[in-house]
């Protein structure tokens, strides 16, 4: 019974948290804000279905991001208190990557109920993308406005993600219906990621995507790969430039990196100027006057000073942890596809200002992927 409530209470996470995105929602605040409940709601179940709390304690990761977040709760209320510019926002989202990790390491599924999970996420990010392309954009058509999409930068991570799922399942997957499908549901995500025009979540995507071309093929399948990419790129060579171009520039031909990056370099600029006068506080005193910092830790010690260095310690060391397990085994199987996933949000977290612990509602599922690869893993060694 606690397992079929747990997959049921699994699956309206994964539909209401893109679904929150959809226009239609995302356009009413009612209803944003109700489905939001049923996210928060869904999440807290889980942590309660998920049992064993007594090694809850005595996981080192899990110990590792709880410290700080005490530390940091200890710290929030202290300067509360006297009356200095903070929020609870940082707490909140910290709070769900722990509760994720948790939910996901004490994950007890079956292969099938697994697979059939990462394709609902799949199919409703499907959903979620092109709705928004046929509501904001109105046609797919490169030469529409690039960015009347709302909410793009959070549509376009669950896209990202979502491609890249099903992208993993079709590289590990034996079963060749399984992978043909994936494959199809992967190309669909793609075309949906170029048209949404998030640069930074389809750039982390390419990345991830290339590491895990690298790391779970054996050479032979890799040197097919590479084989098939140098002749696609040599017969459809302007073809591709031609894409990229529109993905990646769109009409900002010639235009300077700081243009392209949508003045984010510049402020990323004046954010190190201000920490070499401001480093000690941040804006918990003096206002900075930078507009949005897209950059975590960069916006994180401008708001915080060196106050931030908890939720910098959690950063690193769940950044350090998934790379290392992405670079530790010689063969992956598909419960490895977290800490593959989890390198999204930490490269899009170099170019947004709340990657990769925020918004909590686009991240919790990948925090859920990557506490579930860290069981598998403890269990193979």
């Not at 605040?29 to 869904?42: D, E, P, T």
């Not at 830790?297 to 790379?323: C, E, Q």
């Amino acid at each position: 019974m606690r397992n079929k409530l747990t997959i049921l209470c699994l699956a309206i996470l994964i539909v209401a948290s893109a679904f929150s995105y959809t226009p239609a929602i995302f356009a009413n605040s009612a209803s944003y804000g109700r489905l939001h409940i049923v996210i928060l709601l869904s999440t807290v179940s889980l942590f309660a279905l998920s049992g064993n709390y007594g090694s809850l304690f005595r996981h080192k990761l899990m110990n590792k991001v709880l410290y700080p977040l005490i530390l940091f709760i200890f710290l929030i209320c202290l300067f509360y208190g006297v009356g200095l510019n903070v929020g609870a926002i940082d707490i909140m989202q910290i709070a769900i990557v722990y509760a994720s990790l948790w939910i996901g390491h004490e994950l007890r599924l079956k292969e099938n109920i697994f697979v059939a999970l990462l394709f609902l996420y799949g199919l409703v990010a499907i959903f979620l993308g092109y709705t928004a392309i046929t509501t904001y954009l109105t046609s797919f058509l490169m030469e529409e406005n690039a960015y009347a999409i709302e909410a793009k930068n959070q549509i376009g991570v669950i896209v990202a993600v979502a491609g890249f799922v099903m992208f993993y399942i079709a590289q590990c997957s034996s079963n060749k219906k399984l992978s043909i499908i994936s494959y199809i549901l992967f190309f669909v995500l793609l075309v949906l990621m170029a048209f949404i025009r998030c640069r930074t979540a389809l750039l982390a995507f390419l990345i991830t995507a290339f590491l895990t071309v690298y790391k779970v093929n054996d050479s032979r399948r890799l040197l097919a790969y590479l084989f098939c990419g140098t002749v696609l790129m040599i017969v459809f060579s302007n073809q591709i430039s031609e894409i990229l171009q529109d993905v990646f520039v769109g009409d900002k031909v010639g235009a300077k990196i700081d243009d392209l990056s949508s003045n984010r370099i510049e402020r990323n600029e004046q954010s190190i100027r201000y920490l070499n006068d401001h480093l000690f506080a941040g804006e918990l005193i003096t206002p900075s006057g930078i507009e949005i910092i897209h950059n975590y830790i960069l916006n994180r010690l401008v708001r915080y000073g060196i106050w931030a260095i908890p939720l910098l310690f959690v950063y690193f060391t769940i950044g350090y942890k998934a790379i290392k397990q992405t670079l530790r085994y010689k063969e992956y199987t598909l419960y490895d596809i977290g800490y593959f996933a989890m390198l999204i949000p930490f490269i899009c977290s170099l170019l947004e200002p709340d990657a990769p612990f925020g918004p909590g509602t686009v991240y919790s599922f990948v925090y859920i992927l990557f506490g579930y690869s860290l069981k598998n893993s403890l269990n193979r060694s």
